[in-house]
């Protein structure tokens, strides 16, 4: 292939809205076919950069062990790199058998992990990134949400781990927003104010600034409100 093509083809990805390409593939777990076999759940798609390497030992530790919160959160994970089945299998075992990280040990990984040794997932979803490397995918995370639509993209550096707390937080904040047609501030956690949807009129904003209602606006077009924790919670754990 021409070397412009190839870079071409390496930097497309697709963008946020955009239905999750689909694909076939094998896996730790065996064949999976993406995303039609998740329809109805939530779905973290992620990357890394190759089998037996520390900063992704640490990562997949990480994931495996905070599996159950997401999956709570009707979240499925799948991770990928560009190494072979038997590659996999062989660090999943040590990962169980040998590694002992920040209290982790005997860390089983029992969620799907690709293989992808032609690349052709990777370059699907634009995780082979050439002015990092050519033949490793970046840290790439993808949600995709029970309609098989994308909905967030975070993108991490080999050098750099990803920030699970920050991974968690972005799926309650995503389901939550849906369920309560809200949008989420700076730094939102649950229990932390939500922020109303603009006014759309002149009215609307001059009521809202006269109101004593519900909603604190700071400024027409920047209103927030209170949304208990308990009820995001009660919205992202029942389904």
């Known amino acids: 292939m021409d070397e412009k093509i190839q870079e071409k083809v390496a930097m497309s990805m697709p963008r946020i809205g955009d239905p999750a390409p689909a694909f076939k593939a094998v896996t730790t777990q065996g064949e999976i076919n993406f995303p039609a076999d998740y329809k109805g759940n939530w779905v973290i798609l992620f990357s890394h950069p190759a089998d037996f390497t520390p900063v992704c ?55 799907p992990l690709i293989e992808d040794i032609t690349m052709e997932v990777a370059n699907k979803y634009g995780m082979i ?49 849906d369920e309560f047609g809200v949008a989420m501030p700076a730094d939102w956690r649950p229990g932390d104010d939500v922020i109303v949807p603009t006014a759309g009129s002149c009215g609307t904003a001059k009521e ?22 308990d009820k995001v919670w009660k919205a992202v754990l029942k389904k």
């Not at 809202?208 to 924790?229: I, P, Q, V």
């Open 57 to 111: 030992t640490s990562e997949f530790m990480t994931f495996a062990t905070m599996e159950k919160k997401f999956n709570e959160a009707n979240c499925k994970l799948v991770g990928l790199s560009v190494d072979g089945l038997y590659s996999h299998i062989a660090w999943l075992r040590t990962i169980k058998e040998k590694i002992e990280y920040k209290g982790m040990k005997n860390v089983e990984v029992t969620f």
């Open 129 to 177: 990134q050439p002015g990092e490397a050519t033949t490793k995918a970046v840290r790439a995370v993808f949600y995709i949400d029970p309609k098989g639509i994308i909905r967030t993209i975070i993108y991490y550096p080999l050098s750099l781990g990803r920030n699970f707390d920050e991974l968690y937080r972005v799926l309650i904040g995503l389901q939550a927003a």
């Open 208 to 229: 809202r600034m006269e109101s004593k209602g519900e909603m604190t606006c700071h400024d027409w077009f920047f209103c927030t409100k209170k949304l208990d924790e």
